[in-house]
């Protein structure tokens, strides 16, 4: 097999390839024993018709795409090692030649790996940032604490107030029709938390359990839906039942409920020290990604669409993933957002690309300064991670293999040994 490759423009170019008219005729013997068991010609039992009469009657071209999906993964993937490139996206094979007794000629136009030219990334400065632990911060953690341990009391009278659980029946009617996605039972909804369109929570507050109201909003011009882009709308809302937090006092006793402590100093104390470690932590990633950042910036590098693109899609899954722990389906954030999935890409895009550039520049970091993930590294890191889901070592090893993850697990050890790299060249004082 021949591989020869020709870089085009930016990050794309052509892959020839031609393979041997030995694994062709080989390529095409398989496809024959594959594509005669599905054959019934009269005279012969299915599956058992001749070579040389099958060819006769429906020609040796009908098994050139099931010799072709035969040879061109390994021939491509063989090339691709030949030649050296890293391809980040599927490639659009034309097939030049292919014909029994000859060789197969394809090529393949492949958007490869950009290659990064790296600017400073020793001796980096970044803009300083106070991290501090103020009394103020400390008592809206122990407020967020009395939220928390807040008793839902079902409010039998009066009116619906912000930050009280509403739970709501509604059905949603433009020009006197009711549209689709804008019905829902028994719906849940903390009130003043901006879930629903602008305006909707807002009329709720004020409703009495058993009302029933007619709630009239006005969709955003950017809605996903074009029927009711910038159109007003109005809601039947029926509140079904209503609760509200009944806060615990903050005083000993709280303390001796939530803690281990005796008094509410003492929980004060103790919240303090874990807002202060919190911080430095804050503080260690800040100088990290603000030194990885800047290195990105000074990088020089042409960055494929694509890459993008596929850091999107990643980013939109673990976006919905997110909502479902929160109760809610990517289909109800676009309904009730007024976003849909190209405007959500677009809002995430920047992200993206960013995330995109600085992994490409701390893989040259790596590679220029030989920085490797070693099996102690991975062990070590497998030994943290057995102490934080509280599972054996040797099992998680076992999982991470069976799921082709070990080769992610070597990256992301790698990645993190060279922003320790760039924190320790770094003339910040972390």
């Known amino acids: 097999m021949a591989a020869n490759w020709e870089k085009v423009e930016n990050n794309q170019g052509v892959l020839t390839v031609e393979v041997d ?66 391809p980040v996206d599927r490639p659009e094979v034309d097939v030049a030649q292919m014909e029994k007794g000859k060789n197969l000629i394809f090529k393949a136009t492949v958007t490869v790996k950009p290659e990064v030219k790296l600017g400073d990334y020793k001796n980096l400065s970044i803009e300083e940032k106070e991290f501090t632990v103020s009394d103020e ?16 009391v079902a409010v039998e009278e009066g009116a619906a107030q912000n930050t009280d659980q509403a739970v709501i029946d ?45 709630i009239t909003v006005t969709f ?13 709308a109005v809601f039947k809302v029926k509140l079904n039942s209503l609760k509200r937090k009944n806060l615990p006092a903050l005083d000993d006793e709280f303390a001796k409920d939530v803690s281990e402590f005796d008094t509410l100093e003492e929980l004060k104390a103790d919240t303090k020290k874990k807002l202060e470690d919190k911080t430095a932590l804050e503080k260690d990633q800040y100088v990290r990604e603000q030194l990885v950042l800047k290195a990105a910036e000074n990088a020089e590098l042409e960055l494929p669409e694509v890459m993008v693109e596929h ?101 992301d050890v790698q990645t993190r040994k060279t922003v320790d790299f760039l924190v320790a060249e770094s003339k910040v004082n972390a």
Do not use: C, W
Request: no cysteine; proline share 2%.
């Open 170 to 214: 509604f059905e949603g009617f433009q020009d006197g029709v009711a549209f689709e996605g804008g019905k829902a039972e028994d719906y849940s909804l903390e009130l003043g938390s901006g879930t629903f369109i602008a305006g909707f929570e807002e009329q709720v507050v004020g409703m009495n359990v058993g009302e029933e109201k007619e």
């Open 311 to 411: 850091e999107l899609d990643q980013m939109v899954s673990e976006f919905g993933q997110r909502l479902q722990y929160q109760g809610m389906t990517l289909e109800l954030y676009y309904q009730f957002s007024g976003m849909d999935e190209s405007q959500l890409r677009d809002q995430l895009r920047a992200d993206a690309t960013s995330r995109v550039r600085t992994s490409l520049t701390l893989e040259a970091i790596g590679k220029a300064e030989n920085i490797e993930a070693t099996e102690e590294d991975v062990t070590a890191e497998l030994e943290k991670l057995a102490a934080t889901y509280g599972r054996p070592a040797d099992e998680l090893r076992k999982i991470f293999s069976a799921q082709d993850g070990m080769a992610a697990l070597y990256r």
């Open 21 to 86: 008219a030995s694994q062709v005729d080989a390529a095409l013997d398989q496809a024959f024993k594959k594509v005669v068991q599905k054959v019934q010609v009269p005279g012969f039992r299915k599956g058992k018709i001749p070579r040389k009469m099958f060819e006769a009657r429906f020609g040796v071209e009908s098994l050139y795409q099931d010799a072709l999906d035969i040879l061109l993964p390994n021939a491509y993937g063989q090339a691709v090692r030949e030649a050296g490139i890293e």
């Open 137 to 152: 911060s400390v008592d809206a953690e122990l407020k967020r604490m009395q939220e928390r341990h807040a008793e839902l």
């Open 220 to 232: 955003p011009e950017e809605y996903h839906s074009p029927n009711l882009a910038g159109k007003e």
